[in-house]
């Protein structure tokens, strides 16, 4: 990637998993972008990929470095440059690498890792779903905190760094959720500043329709074991956030519907009270729910038993230009950001979150981390930059996820997978790594 404006670093962390699949090599690429000569004051750390069938995610991150290295549009390079004069960036653009493979390969409904453990439900057993434990449920949270080796990874990259900001990208919802996801009765002891961060970016960047507050209260059910409270509670991460970035159009109406009542002091339509009602009790698993709220249905559910066009329209656009539009709207908002805490412009009270009051949080530190550096590239050869040009969700030289599943079988056998699109371009990063090293 060129970034002549920046200094652009790639490592890689690797472990062994240690479960259903053991012995096998986990790699997670470590991106890290500042400003030449001057790091910034503040540090943000992005998560993106972590659910492996929200393929939006990643791309977005894709596309947050390239405007850091300042191919973004032209107002976004502004932005971009100014942030990076007070923050400084550790990115993480695919923390489920496996997962992600075996959808690229047509599992369009996969959300776990390789041991079927959803990796958002892993960060610890401070609070955790013992329900759900060693079943074959998308929302599994495995055999115990921290028993997967990309949940591991990402509590010790946390863990060094001590960031300012942690943001945990997704897709499948609408919404920018601050902790916790655990309960909607607990707020954390900075919810006022958390939530005036939040207010100008749906402004600006949804017209006022992207609901945001307790994540708990956002989504309609409870998120026991994710990231953010982890990075919350236990690192004392002041700036901490779950946002949701897609979600498909038949769906969507209820996230709007949420924020239009929110603004207007008033309670939501009937519709939208059914819809996360559902969501709560988890009655879509149980398929009582209406056709309105189809594309809501993977709660509780096998992933091997949802279907894959279902799963592909909930998480992801269906085009190139609606993909270009999603990534480069949410790279600004992560601009924004960053931005707003470097310049100081969080309140400390503000317009009321979605969720009553609650307590501060705790601070502890966890083990060290197992990392393989990389080597520091300041405007990197031209010659990768071809690698970063197609979309992996559109890549028509792709295998797996150029099709929509509407238009290509779903591939069951995933032991030889292709590596496409965002996968092939960091393998084109490290291979320059090795050879300028």
Same mark, same amino acid.
């Given at each position: 990637?060129?970034?002549?404006?920046? *200094?652009?670093?790639?490592?890689?962390? #690797?472990?062994?998993?240690?479960?259903?699949?053991?012995?096998?090599?986990?790699?997670?690429?470590?991106?890290?972008?500042?400003?030449?000569?001057? %790091?910034? +004051?503040?540090?943000?750390?992005?998560?993106? +990929?972590?659910?492996?069938?929200?393929?939006?995610? %990643?791309?977005?991150?894709?596309?947050?470095?390239?405007?850091?290295?300042?191919?973004?549009?032209? !107002?976004?390079?502004?932005? $971009?440059?100014?942030?990076?004069? +007070?923050?400084? @960036?550790?990115?993480? %653009?695919?923390?489920?690498?496996?997962?992600?493979?075996?959808?690229?390969?047509? &599992?369009?409904?996969?959300?776990?890792?390789?041991?079927?453990?959803?990796?958002?439900?892993?960060?610890?057993?401070?609070?955790?779903?013992?329900?759900?434990?060693?079943?074959? *449920?998308?929302?599994?949270?495995?055999?115990?905190?921290?028993?997967?080796?990309?949940?591991?990874?990402?509590?010790?990259?946390?863990?060094?760094?001590?960031?300012?900001?942690?943001?945990?990208?997704? #897709?499948?919802?609408? @919404?920018? +959720?601050?902790?916790?996801?655990?309960?909607?009765?607990?707020?954390?002891?900075?919810?006022?500043?958390?939530?005036?961060?939040?207010?100008?970016?749906?402004?600006?960047?949804?017209?006022?329709?992207?609901?945001?507050?307790?994540?708990?209260?956002? /989504?309609?059910?409870?998120?026991?074991?994710?990231? /953010?409270?982890?990075?919350?509670?236990?690192?004392?991460?002041?700036?901490?956030?779950?946002? !949701?970035?897609?979600?498909?159009?038949?769906?969507?109406?209820?996230?709007?519907?949420?924020?239009?009542?929110?603004?207007?002091?008033?309670?939501?339509?009937?519709?939208?009270?059914?819809?996360?009602?559902?969501?709560?009790?988890?009655?879509?698993?149980?398929?009582?729910?209406?056709?309105?709220?189809?594309?809501?249905?993977?709660?509780?559910?096998?992933?091997?038993?949802?279907? %894959?066009?279902?799963?592909?329209?909930?998480?992801?656009?269906?085009?190139?230009?609606?993909?270009? &539009?999603?990534?480069?709207?949410?790279?600004?908002?992560? =601009?924004?950001?960053? *931005?707003?805490?470097?310049?100081?412009? $969080?309140?400390?009270?503000?317009?009321?979150?979605?969720?009553?009051?609650?307590?501060?949080? $705790?601070?502890?530190?966890?083990?060290?981390?197992?990392?393989?550096?990389?080597?520091?590239?300041?405007?990197?050869?031209?010659?990768?930059?071809?690698?970063?040009?197609?979309?992996? =969700?559109?890549?028509?030289?792709?295998?797996?996820?150029? $099709?929509?599943?509407?238009?290509?079988?779903?591939?069951?056998?995933?032991?030889?997978?292709?590596?496409?699109?965002?996968?092939?371009?960091?393998?084109?990063?490290?291979?320059?790594?090795?050879?300028?090293?």
């Amino acid at each position: 990637m060129n970034c002549p404006n920046a *200094d652009f670093q790639l490592s890689t962390r #690797s472990a062994v998993n240690g479960g259903e699949s053991a012995g096998q090599q986990i790699e997670i690429d470590v991106i890290r972008v500042s400003k030449k000569g001057s %790091p910034g +004051g503040k540090k943000a750390f992005l998560v993106f +990929g972590e659910h492996a069938r929200e393929l939006i995610s %990643p791309e977005t991150g894709l596309q947050f470095m390239k405007t850091l290295c300042g191919q973004g549009s032209g !107002e976004q390079r502004e932005l $971009a440059e100014r942030v990076l004069g +007070g923050t400084s @960036f550790v990115i993480l %653009p695919n923390v489920n690498p496996l997962g992600r493979q075996r959808v690229e390969a047509g &599992e369009f409904c996969k959300r776990t890792n390789e041991d079927g453990v959803d990796l958002n439900r892993n960060f610890g057993d401070q609070h955790r779903d013992t329900k759900r434990a060693n079943t074959d *449920d998308e929302m599994n949270p495995g055999p115990y905190g921290f028993s997967e080796p990309e949940s591991q990874m990402i509590r010790d990259a946390v863990t060094e760094e001590k960031p300012d900001i942690f943001v945990s990208i997704h #897709s499948g919802a609408y @919404f920018m +959720g601050t902790p916790f996801g655990y309960t909607d009765n607990t707020e954390p002891n900075n919810e006022d500043e958390l939530v005036s961060l939040l207010a100008p970016i749906s402004d600006k960047y949804c017209a006022g329709d992207c609901p945001y507050g307790g994540l708990a209260d956002m /989504i309609g059910y409870k998120s026991i074991g994710c990231d /953010i409270d982890y990075v919350k509670e236990q690192l004392n991460v002041p700036y901490a956030f779950t946002w !949701e970035i897609y979600i498909g159009p038949s769906a969507r109406q209820f996230y709007v519907e949420k924020a239009r009542a929110h603004r207007e002091n008033r309670e939501m339509n009937e519709d939208a009270q059914q819809f996360f009602f559902g969501n709560g009790l988890n009655l879509l698993q149980q398929r009582v729910a209406t056709t309105k709220f189809r594309s809501h249905a993977h709660m509780m559910t096998p992933e091997s038993k949802e279907k %894959p066009s279902d799963c592909f329209e909930q998480f992801n656009p269906e085009s190139q230009a609606e993909t270009e &539009e999603v990534t480069e709207k949410w790279t600004g908002a992560l =601009l924004t950001l960053c *931005d707003e805490v470097a310049a100081g412009k $969080a309140q400390t009270s503000s317009s009321p979150a979605f969720q009553p009051d609650g307590s501060s949080v $705790a601070n502890t530190v966890n083990s060290p981390a197992n990392i393989t550096d990389g080597s520091t590239m300041s405007g990197a050869d031209p010659k990768l930059q071809d690698s970063f040009q197609g979309y992996a =969700l559109f890549n028509p030289n792709g295998a797996g996820s150029n $099709a929509s599943p509407s238009s290509k079988e779903v591939q069951q056998d995933a032991n030889i997978l292709p590596k496409v699109g965002f996968l092939s371009a960091f393998d084109s990063l490290k291979r320059w790594s090795e050879e300028h090293q």
